[in-house]
Nanobody
Framework: QVQLVESGGGLVQPGGSLRLSCAASGFTFSMYAMSWYRQAPGKERELVARITSTGGITNYADSVKGRFTISRDNAKNTVYLQMLSLRPEDTGVYYC?????????WGQGTPVTVSS
């Protein structure tokens, strides 16, 4: 079955950086677009970034453009989210998501806290 396992979250000071990873299994990773979502405390989940199956096209939320970079390694079945210049408002749980046959599959999430 589809499994998505995120890692790399943690506590970081404002202005710092983190790289999140999501290891995928149970499906042909290279055929599917992948996304990162986040959910801040008390807020709804929001799309942060998306990457097509080949990695040729990426899209970002306006709030993270120029600071976050989504990438993937299809040989390793892994998608990444490099986050730079982190702000307190980037705090939340970050989820790796894929859509397959009309169904969305979510990982368990990795928490990111940006605080001094």
């Amino acid at each position: 079955q589809v499994q998505l396992v995120e890692s790399g979250g943690g506590l970081v000071q404002p202005g710092g950086s983190l790289r999140l990873s999501c290891a995928a299994s149970g499906f042909t990773f290279s055929m599917y677009a992948m996304s990162w979502y986040r959910q801040a405390p008390g807020k709804e989940r929001e799309l942060v970034a998306r990457i097509t199956s080949t990695g040729g096209i990426t899209n970002y939320a306006d709030s993270v453009k120029g600071r976050f970079t989504i990438s993937r390694d299809n040989a390793k079945n892994t998608v990444y989210l490099q986050m730079l210049s982190l702000r307190p408002e980037d705090t939340g749980v970050y989820y790796c998501v894929t859509r397959r046959a009309g169904d969305d599959y979510w990982g368990q999430g990795t928490p990111v806290t940006v605080s001094s």
